[in-house]
């Protein structure tokens, strides 16, 4: 009996010894999360439905249970597999599933905004940090911070949004990381990012560890100071970002995500989700894949080579200022929301141009062309002779 009660001590002494490293793993994440976690100036709104960002990094755990949140197979867009789906539903094996928001992405009027604000009612704003090694890159640790937005208005409008920012310590964990100075910032913009080390100029801090972001309004493209950004790229975008103030300032509640792939499973059970976080649609318009589907979550330090050291900020007066950025940056949206009502309903922009082609065709047919008369030439010159026009030659 004896020998059982200590076989039974020595089990959980095992299971704790085996346990115990990895709570203390977690704790220092979180308090390595705690003191750098991100301060956010979105671009202010005045008014619903007014210019200005009207969506806040979320709590993904209003998406769940919600009656208006649909699952959908990855066949035709329209497989209901499931409304109001769980957490614990996206953990199993969907990859390219889709959730389905209320509303048309194409067409989004305001309706979205409005959805977002009644499913996060009483809901704090929140970034999930999460803490990375790179197998590449022994001795370098990065620190995640991922932002959820319910929509997208950006050109290519679509539901969900995903971005993140990423601290770069020179840390073999989050331990070292707690004893030493950030090497490097990264923030997400489209589909690159920018780059500064820590202490640089642009980088405002608050507090000396809270770095400060500014995400575009409607894209969520994050940017180190406040400013009108061009891009012409998909690393940068295409079009023009606005990180302008006023601003309104959060602080976002921090959730860290376990290092540990079973612990995270079992806290946040939606991370190994293998879909896609919107409705499924063409091209640039489908929902946006999870941070676990993004290079960075696997290779955050080889993730870091394709940074940029700038971005572009349109200047605000002076010749090439407001006038000529307003033409610019109202163009293109014209011509992004042209596209958009294509490729919603072609016949909108199809029947006015093929009504068009009709009328030009008629009125090439119904115009009579007539070969013109011939000037007369006032006197014929010899090859390389000059003659200068004379007065009163007809």
């Known amino acids: 009996m004896v020998r059982w009660v200590w076989a039974g001590v020595a089990g959980i002494g095992a299971a704790l010894a085996v346990v115990s490293p990895a709570r203390a793993d977690l704790a220092d994440e979180t308090a390595l999360a705690e003191r750098y976690a991100p301060v956010v100036r979105l671009v202010a709104q005045t008014e619903e439905c007014g210019y200005g960002e009207p969506y806040w990094p979320m709590d993904v755990d209003a998406l769940f249970d919600q009656p208006t949140v649909a699952l959908r197979g990855p066949w035709t867009g329209a497989d209901l597999v499931k409304i109001g789906p769980t957490a614990p539903d996206l953990a199993g094996d969907l990859y390219e599933y889709h959730l389905d928001f209320p509303g048309n992405p194409l067409q989004p009027g305001c309706g979205y905004e409005q959805w977002a604000d009644q499913i996060t009612q009483g809901r704090l704003p929140t970034v999930y940090a999460h803490v990375a090694t790179d197998p590449g890159a022994p001795g370098k640790l990065a620190l995640q911070y991922w932002f959820f937005y319910a929509f997208n208005d950006f050109n290519n409008t679509h539901e969900g949004d995903w971005e993140m920012i990423q601290i770069v310590f020179d840390a073999g964990d989050a331990a070292e990381a707690l004893a ?32 400060v972001v500014h995400p575009a309004a409607g894209s969520h493209a994050n940017f180190f100071e406040d400013g009108l950004y061009l891009g012409s790229s998909g690393q940068q975008g295409v079009g023009c970002d606005d990180a302008t103030t006023p601003t309104v300032e959060l602080r976002p509640r921090v959730r860290t995500i376990p290092s540990d792939p079973a612990a995270a499973h079992r806290e946040f059970p939606w991370i190994a989700y293998e879909g896609r976080w919107g409705e499924l649609q063409t091209a640039f318009y489908n929902g946006p894949t999870g941070p676990n589907l993004k290079r960075q979550w696997t290779e955050p330090i080889a993730y870091t080579e394709d940074w940029r050291n700038r971005s572009y900020a349109v200047p605000a007066g002076g010749l090439l200022g407001t006038e000529a950025t307003d033409f610019f940056c109202s163009a293109l949206r014209t011509g992004s929301d042209t596209l958009r009502r294509t490729v919603d309903d072609p016949s909108q922009t199809l029947l006015p141009l093929a009504l068009l082609l009709v009328v030009a065709a008629l009125a090439i047919r119904a115009t009579t062309w007539r070969p013109a008369a011939p000037l007369r030439v006032a006197r014929r010159r010899a090859w390389g002779r000059y003659w200068p026009p004379r007065r009163g030659c007809t």
Do not use: I
């Open 180 to 211: 030493v100075t950030p090497a490097e910032v990264g923030y997400s913009q489209h589909e690159g990012a920018e780059r500064a080390d820590w202490g640089a100029d642009k980088l405002a801090l608050v507090d000396g560890t809270h770095p």
